[in-house]
Nanobody, 126 residues
Framework: RVRLMESGGGSVQAGGSLRLSCAVP????????LAWFRQAPGKPRERVAS??????????ANSVKGRFAISQDKASDTYTTYLQMNSLKPEDTASYYC?????????????????WGQGTQVTVSS
């Protein structure tokens, strides 16, 4: 069983910054799609940012462009994906989930991702 380990959530005031991390085991030789989704109470899960492990196809939701940055580090047996979040706004408050998958045809769809982290709460106060 592949487990994604997230860390880095918390509570900040508007304008502050947080960095989320997610360790993804290298369970396949294929390139992986790595993504960060978020879900606020009563709202659908939405893709915030994504990229592939070969560095291609970086995506940001319009609501976070210019404020969030997705990146990755590669170790011998693990990919670590980061989501640097700057200039945080109260509307960024949500549970944030990292996701990974090797057969992702449409990276915008949560159903395309095979593995998920447990989620980490981000709360931004005004």
């Amino acid at each position: 069983r592949v487990r994604l380990m997230e860390s880095g959530g918390g509570s900040v005031q508007a304008g502050g910054s947080l960095r989320l991390s997610c360790a993804v085991p290298k369970y396949t030789h294929m390139r992986l799609a790595l993504a960060w989704f978020r879900q606020a109470p009563g709202k659908p899960r939405e893709r915030v940012a994504s990229m592939y492990t070969d560095g291609s196809s970086t995506y940001y939701a319009n609501s976070v462009k210019g404020r969030f940055a997705i990146s990755q580090d590669k170790a011998s047996d693990t990919y670590t994906t980061y989501l640097q979040m700057n200039s945080l706004k109260p509307e960024d408050t949500a549970s944030y989930y990292c996701a990974a998958g090797e057969y992702v045809a449409d990276a915008s769809l949560a159903s395309e991702y095979r593995y998920w982290g447990q989620g980490t709460q981000v709360t931004v106060s005004s």
